[in-house]
């Protein structure tokens, strides 16, 4: 039987990662392939800090697609992958990789899952996480300061300047290719659970 793909998408901080959390737990760890796309950003050799400043990390080109896409192929081919691992604190890309097994479901999460068209025709069941803008900023301030070691007057600098336009030019297009909307984030339990029947659906099939 073919994998079943889910790909999450939404804006920053939206509860993505919440609800993919959920997803997880319910369906079982074991039985999910995770590909994160936030682990997929290119590589940048920085020249400074006001090189890093100007990038746009919420533009397509950003990620490396193309390499996600390859790797969801594979996996969906029973094959395993090496999954870059990217170290938010320096913006770099490591060395180091992530082994990916095949599994029944392959999970897909991130900003730009549904904006990416080669990317969208690999998915079975796509789940757009709806937040309001606000919620969004504010869960943005608390998690760039505290765990990626961000002053405030940047991240308001970096939303106003990228976020915020890229959101509007390509994350808020994409909710029109979802199959299920998820108002409010990953504390929205009656809709994850919607989404987690329906993937053991399509498992269920012979």
């Not at 800090?49 to 950003?62: T, V």
């Not at 290719?177 to 029947?197: E, K, L």
Request: proline share 5%; hydrophobic share 45%.
């Amino acid at each position: 039987m073919a994998a079943v793909v889910l790909g999450v998408a939404g804006g920053t901080c939206a509860g993505k990662t919440t609800v993919a959390e959920a997803i997880l737990d319910a369906v079982g760890r074991d039985r999910i392939a995770f590909l994160p796309h936030s682990c997929y950003y290119h590589d940048v050799e920085w020249r400074d800090q006001a090189d890093l400043l100007r990038y746009n990390f919420d533009h397509p080109s950003a990620a490396d697609l193309e390499l996600l896409v390859e790797h969801l192929r594979e996996l969906k081919a029973g094959r395993p992958v090496a999954r870059p691992v990217y170290d938010f604190v320096r913006h770099r890309r490591t060395e180091r990789t992530q082994p990916v097994e095949p599994r029944p479901v392959i999970l897909v999460e991130g900003i730009l899952v549904l904006a990416h068209a080669e990317l969208r025709q690999l998915l079975d069941v796509k789940v757009f996480v709806d937040t309001d803008a606000d919620a969004r900023l504010i869960r943005r301030i608390r998690r760039d300061m505290a765990e990626r070691g961000r002053q405030l007057e940047e991240v308001l600098r970096q939303f106003e300047d990228t976020v915020r336009p890229m959101h509007l030019e390509y994350v808020e297009p994409s909710k029109r290719w979802a199959d299920v909307i998820i108002p409010g984030g990953g504390s929205n339990r009656v809709a994850v659970a919607m989404v987690v029947a329906r993937v053991n659906e399509l498992l269920a099939e012979p």
